[in-house]
């Protein structure tokens, strides 16, 4: 089976997130998204790139990879983490992040040439005295922050 990345619309990407994705619903912001098909033209992954979510990486130079979700077909996620690095490059980014919750290994992210920038801590929700928020679907899990290279 031939595997091809192809250009995907928001609401393709955003399907197979809510359909695929273990742990989260689809994004909120979205730059672009990207796919891989096989040769029968069956979409089997998507990944979507976003602004960064802190507010910290909100410098016009860094995107972030907001979601992977995947079929379960071998070796497509570092397919695309690679693509969405060469992506945003070509948009002009200089920086693009990601985090993994810590149950995940990071294997598809160090095939894709990514490295561990830093390991954060569980916080107890999102929500700050200048920012209320509603965490009743925050998960407190301690997270990895990558970057590509």
């Known amino acids: 089976m031939t595997l091809t ?39 089997v992954a998507v990944a979507t790139i976003g602004r960064p979510l802190a507010r910290a990486w909100q410098d016009n130079a860094t995107a972030e990879v907001t979601r992977v979700a995947t079929d379960g077909t071998p070796h497509v996620a570092s397919m695309l983490y690679g693509a969405c690095w060469r992506a945003a490059k070509a948009l002009g980014y200089r920086r693009l992040i990601t985090y993994t919750q810590a149950a995940e290994p990071g294997t598809s992210l160090r095939a894709a040439g990514w490295h561990i920038l830093a390991e954060r801590p569980a916080r107890p929700g999102w929500t700050a005295p200048s920012r209320p928020r509603d965490d009743r679907l925050y998960q407190p899990v301690p997270r990895t922050l990558w970057e590509a290279s």
């Open 5 to 43: 990345l192809v250009p995907v619309t928001q609401r393709q990407a955003f399907d197979c997130i809510q359909r695929w994705h273990r742990h989260h619903p689809p994004p909120r912001g979205y730059i672009v998204a990207i796919g891989v098909a096989t040769d029968a033209g069956t979409l």
